[in-house]
């Protein structure tokens, strides 16, 4: 996932190949053993060389991509978390302790954004990084949940007119405020579910 390691692999690929050839031409140069005229002890190290060099190569390429796919792996762990969290959320019902939603958003904020960090150390591309953004939607998600009125409950012809309020520590939402809570979680389940994806194809 980081975007130097297609010059790493590169720069590798022509060290190797380099070594393998100059150590191919010197031993030519010095060796003294003949087999038929135009197979030298030069010509077996050269190949000795780069069958070697193409080796090492080959387990660095393989260790690049389980690390990638480690990091992958890692990353999908966290978005899961996240999205268990949402569930969490979900399952409200129209009336919980304030103190308790208030501790579920926090989890849900700090998970967001140790998710960008771990992108952000994973070398991941700042476009991808962006993707998986969903501060905005954090955001969102806090207003329609914690949000009450200016006014006084009592001055609502009725509790159910108040989308929300709070009463001795428990917050309640009018079906109208669930229903964006609700669909506020719903397009954060889509942004990570995108966010998934573009993930997988780096």
Known sequence: MKQGNLWTIGLALAVTLLVGVLFGAFVSKAGVLTFDGQVTSGNIFQSCATIASA???????????????????????????????LGQLENMETSEE???????????????????????????????IRDADFSSLVKDL??????????????????????????????????????????????????IFLAQLKVNRA
């Open 55 to 85: 080796f090492l190569v080959t387990l660095y390429l393989q260790k690049i991509v389980n690390d990638h796919r480690k990091q992958k792996e890692l990353l999908f762990q966290q978005f899961d978390q996240l999205l268990e969290l």
């Open 98 to 128: 304030l103190a308790k939603v208030v501790y579920l958003l926090k989890r849900i904020s700090l998970k967001c954004e140790f998710i960008s960090r771990c992108m952000s150390d994973c070398g991941c591309s700042s476009d991808l």
């Open 142 to 191: 806090r207003i329609h949940s914690t949000n009450t009125p200016k006014q006084k409950l009592e001055e609502f012809t009725s509790s159910k007119n108040c989308p929300a309020y709070v009463k001795e520590g428990i917050i309640t939402w009018a079906s109208e405020r669930r229903s964006e809570i609700d669909l506020t979680i719903e397009a954060m389940k889509a942004a």
